[in-house]
T-cell receptor, first 115, second 117 residues
Framework: ETGVTQTPRHLVMGMTNKKSLKCEQH?????MYWYKQSAKKPLELMFV???????ENNSVPSRFSPECPNSSHLFLHLHTLQPEDSALYLC??????????????FGPGTRLTVL | AQKITQTQPGMFVQEKEAVTLDCTYD???????LFWYKQPSSGEMIFLIY??????QNATEGRYSLNFQKARKSANLVISASQLGDSAMYFC??????????????FGTGTQLKVEL
């Protein structure tokens, strides 16, 4: 595997279900991100992890719970979601530091539908 | 105020022609970075080009170039010799400050580019 991978690619869940999204980066980066992309809206940054520590929680509802067990893996645990949470969830990683551009590399996303 | 503004929701260009996608930004931080990403219908965001606020020259990457006008706070993407595979959504994004603590990007609403024969 290369780059950033995400599983599953598609997920349909009911409002009472619990599910998890998984992201893995094979780039040796030290920062990982979750974004939400809804139709006709800009990408919304949800969470940032830097060296496994959460450095940003962008006022995300508690029904979204991130987990970063190591610098290569990032999870987004979902429970009691609402239909308006249906969106494309993108994971990204970057090499964070004073040098370089710090560009983020994205995974293919998980298309989530909440019924 | 919007930090990143992309005023063109949709653009059409003929194959082999050049096209400019507009982006203006708003920041009071003297140190920032500007990025362009391409998102095909498959969903994955692909990094195209980067311009740092202190870079003296406009960035270029193959057929992509960035027309950086700092005083006007604009960072337009120019795609030369358009190809059918360039049809996609294009996003402009900005990072304020130097890297550290995670590179938080603010994205614009995007421009849908369609390349025609």
């Amino acid at each position: 595997e290369t780059g950033v991978t995400q599983t599953p690619r598609h997920l349909v869940m009911g409002m009472t279900n619990k599910k998890s999204l998984k992201c893995e980066q094979h780039l040796g980066h030290n920062a990982m991100y979750w974004y939400k992309q809804s139709a006709k809206k800009p990408l919304e940054l949800m969470f940032v992890y830097n060296f496994k520590e959460q450095t940003e929680n962008n006022s995300v509802p508690s029904r979204f719970s991130p987990e970063c067990p190591n610098s290569s893996h990032l999870f987004l645990h979902l429970h009691t979601l609402q239909p308006e949470d249906s969106a494309l969830y993108l994971c990204a990683s970057s090499q964070d530091g004073a040098e370089g551009k710090g560009e983020q590399f994205f995974g293919p996303g998980t298309r989530l539908t909440v019924l | 105020a919007q930090k990143i503004t992309q005023t063109q929701p949709g653009m059409f260009v003929q194959e082999k022609e050049a096209v400019t996608l507009d982006c203006t930004y708003d920041t009071s931080d003297p140190s920032y970075g500007l990025f362009w990403y391409k998102q095909p219908s498959s969903g994955e965001m692909i990094f195209l080009i980067y311009q740092g606020s202190y870079d003296q020259q406009n960035a270029t990457e193959g057929r992509y170039s960035l027309n950086f006008q700092k005083a006007r706070k604009s960072a337009n993407l120019v795609i030369s010799a358009s190809q059918l595979g360039d049809s996609a959504m294009y996003f402009c994004a900005m990072r304020e400050g130097i890297t550290g603590g995670g590179n938080k990007l603010t994205f614009g609403t995007g421009t849908q580019l369609k390349v025609e024969l």
